[in-house]
């Protein structure tokens, strides 16, 4: 180290003058990072001096940071550029000539010349490619008939069983604590709301400025991730900091290295075999090190943050000895004061003839809220029935309300009633909104003016300004909804008196289950794969740690990503906005309620004290889905102290009732 300390002062430094200390320790770190040797250093200085149009320019620390950035952007520019050719070398193995027996490469002489076979791909790339496009998909026009509303001229749109021809609603699909009886409905709804809402996340910090994430800041962000569970982990199991140490070194001593999995290729799935383990800057100087169970228990995905014990005897591999738990936040928990004040509120508000208060009901429902086949909302005319009907004090709603994917929202055709609007061309998104979502959710609070409504948004929403994950909330004042309706963000934790409800409409389930690498023997394994995922995200403390999220795979794709979301008929995909992560992070505590919806298999479990709910989505390409009803009955409570403090935890798992119903 010594003999390149006084090569890189030789090559650097002034005469009779030393690289100062800061100076000196980023050029070791870049000759060590990017393997280079001094002089192979000093070129690239030459060159990038040049290029920045300073001959003589002065190496200072300023100076040696722009150079670092500027290396490290030449790289990833190369790492993409061999991707792309290796993308393209590809696709050019597999690539099948098309009519090689005719000559014909695009089909052009099909049924124009005697004798010439039509072939039905060629035909229907013909009508795909050179078909004038339809005067309707470029406005939203107007109807005066609600039949003309719900039969829209579009071929693409594959005829399937109506929403009113549907099959077992209301039959109950899944159920956890059935033997607690269901709150009844009274016979007239009160005015005066039985709950308050108060958000536990920072919400202004939402509205954020999408589609300008730097890769430098990124970068941070991931790297910060891991830094703080190695904290964590270090607190938790009580390390010293030397126990810590860097998996990509060679080593004969056995460390812990905290990290996170990744795949060793960038567009490879991740497999046994192709595990690796990415480390922070800090600890490891970002490098990437192939992992070596040797039988041990793991459940894995990429973006997991793991804390693993081994060595690196060869410097070829980690060789994993043991995987450490990571710790987990607590509870939720209230004062006996607050507790109080709740409990007096659904006493008060309560109209039941005895002392006993009716119970808190729940009602969530996940979007789409129409079928592809037209726009009538029946879903969502139907669940705001529901709700009605049960007299539920909060109806949760996550999007997509306007769904991007929605064959008419995309192509623009879309129906308004006459009295809507005196100039339809002029018709915007907003809109539509205002005419197909918000009159349900306006005859739903005039039935029950005690209501609470909270709407979650979704980045499939037509009428979402941001387009990433995490999500600003909607702009309720353009949307003409009644003031028992809130607007939140994506994600959310927000308290439903003393019950702490968490809400993400992102898929993460889904997206782990696709790259989920499970051992035999690990937890869950043999058995209960949803609660397997539930508990990977609590364990994460994060309601989206995949990371980096499936690609988005279209329609006409050989993959089988269509199907594989066949429970809705609905193509996934996430986009996060990376700079903004840590607003998804659960903070301080769990949700007692953590609701996932998800295209997989809808359900209620309870996975280490937390109850987790996925509803299923309301509507699905040709038919009706599923909704959950939630009833919390009220209970005594243990009691804990923490922090000197003495408090009452919830245990809201033991005291609720949740059903998976057919709409």
């Given at each position: 180290?010594?003999?390149?300390?006084?090569?890189?002062?030789?090559?650097?430094?002034?005469?009779?003058?030393?690289?100062?200390?800061?100076?000196?320790?980023?050029?070791?770190?870049?000759?060590?990072?990017?393997?280079?040797?001094p002089q192979e250093l000093f070129f690239k200085w030459e060159a990038y001096s040049l290029k920045m149009g300073g001959e003589n320019s002065r190496v200072d620390y300023k100076t040696v940071r722009d150079f670092k950035k500027d290396l490290q952007d030449a790289l990833e520019r190369e790492s993409r550029g061999r991707v792309h050719l290796q993308s393209a070398s590809k696709r050019n193995v597999n690539a099948t000539p098309r009519n090689a027996n005719t000559g014909d490469v695009f089909g052009v002489l099909d049924?124009?010349?005697t004798g010439t076979p039509v072939s039905k791909s060629a035909a229907g790339k013909r009508r795909n490619n050179f078909e004038t496009p339809s005067a309707k998909a470029s406005k939203v026009k107007t109807t005066s008939s609600p039949g003309e509303q719900r039969t829209p001229n579009v071929e693409s749109i594959a005829k399937g069983t109506s929403f009113a021809d549907r099959k077992d609603p209301?039959?109950?699909?899944?159920?956890?604590?059935?033997?607690?009886?269901?709150?009844?409905a009274p016979a007239e709804a009160s005015t005066e709301a039985r709950v308050k809402l108060k958000a536990n996340t920072e919400m202004p910090k939402f509205a954020y400025k999408p589609m300008a994430m730097k890769l430098s800041e990124a970068s941070e962000i991931l790297d910060d991730r891991i830094d703080e569970f190695t904290d964590l982990v270090r607190q938790h199991h009580r390390f010293p900091e030397s126990a810590f140490g860097n998996p990509a070194a060679e080593s004969t001593a056995e460390i812990i290295a905290v990290g996170r999995i990744a795949c060793d290729a960038p567009e490879g799935k991740l497999n046994a075999a192709s595990m690796v383990l990415e480390t922070s800057r800090r600890m490891g100087a970002g490098l990437r090190v192939p992992l070596r169970m040797d039988k041990q228990q793991f459940d894995f995905f990429p973006g997991k943050i793991v804390a693993l014990k081994g060595i690196n005897a060869s410097g070829e591999y980690f060789s994993v000895s043991e995987v450490l738990t990571l710790p987990r936040l607590q509870l939720p928990a209230t004062s006996p004061a607050d507790l109080e004040v709740h409990n007096a509120r659904l006493s008060s508000a309560s109209d039941s003839d005895d002392d006993v208060p009716r119970p808190l009901s729940i009602s969530i429902a996940s979007g789409p809220y129409t079928t592809e086949s037209d726009l009538s909302y029946d879903a969502l005319e139907e669940i705001c029935s529901k709700a009605a009907g049960c007299v539920a004090d909060v109806l949760i709603l996550t999007g997509p309300f306007l769904d991007l994917e929605h064959p008419l929202i995309a192509s623009g055709d879309v129906s308004l009633p006459d009295d809507f609007l005196s100039s339809p061309d002029n018709a915007t998104m907003t809109d539509v909104f205002r005419a197909l979502v918000s009159p349900p959710l306006h005859r739903l609070i005039q039935r029950v003016p005690s209501m609470t409504v909270i709407l979650v948004p979704s980045v499939r929403d037509a009428i979402s300004k941001h387009v990433s994950w995490p999500q600003d909330k909607f702009l309720r004042r353009d949307l003409g909804l009644p003031r028992q309706v809130l607007c939140v963000t994506n994600p959310i934790m927000l308290s439903i008196n003393e019950v702490l409800v968490g809400v993400s409409s992102e898929d993460v389930l889904y997206e782990m289950q696709r790259q989920r690498v499970v051992s035999s023997s690990a937890r869950f394994a043999a058995g209960d794969t949803l609660a397997a995922?539930?508990?990977?995200?609590?364990?994460?403390?994060?309601?989206?740690?995949?990371?980096?999220?499936?690609?988005?795979?279209?329609?006409?794709?050989?993959?089988?990503?269509?199907?594989?979301?066949?429970?809705?008929?609905?193509?996934?995909?996430?986009?996060?906005?990376?700079?903004?992560?840590k607003l998804g992070d659960m903070l301080?505590?769990?949700?007692?309620?953590?609701?996932?919806?998800?295209?997989?298999?809808?359900?209620?479990?309870?996975?280490?004290?937390?109850?987790?709910?996925?509803?299923?989505?309301?509507?699905?390409?040709?038919?009706?889905?599923?909704?959950?009803?939630?009833?919390?009955?009220?209970?005594e409570v243990r009691e804990e102290e923490r922090e000197g403090e003495k408090l009452l935890r919830h245990e809201v798992y033991e005291r609720a009732r949740v059903d998976i119903v057919r709409i």
């Open positions: 180290m010594a003999e390149v300390t006084d090569e890189i002062n030789e090559l650097f430094a002034l005469p009779n003058a030393p690289l100062p200390q800061d100076v000196l320790g980023e050029l070791q770190s870049l000759v060590r990072v990017h393997s280079l040797s049924s124009l010349v209301g039959q109950i699909v899944e159920q956890l604590n059935g033997h607690i009886p269901l709150a009844e995922l539930s508990a990977n995200v609590i364990d994460q403390r994060h309601f989206f740690p995949v990371f980096p999220p499936l690609p988005r795979r279209g329609d006409d794709d050989n993959s089988d990503s269509s199907s594989s979301a066949g429970k809705g008929g609905l193509s996934i995909a996430a986009s996060l906005d990376i700079s903004y992560l301080n505590v769990v949700p007692d309620l953590l609701i996932l919806p998800s295209a997989l298999t809808p359900f209620a479990k309870v996975v280490d004290g937390v109850m987790v709910v996925n509803p299923g989505f309301l509507s699905k390409k040709r038919g009706a889905g599923t909704w959950a009803r939630v009833v919390v009955k009220r209970r």
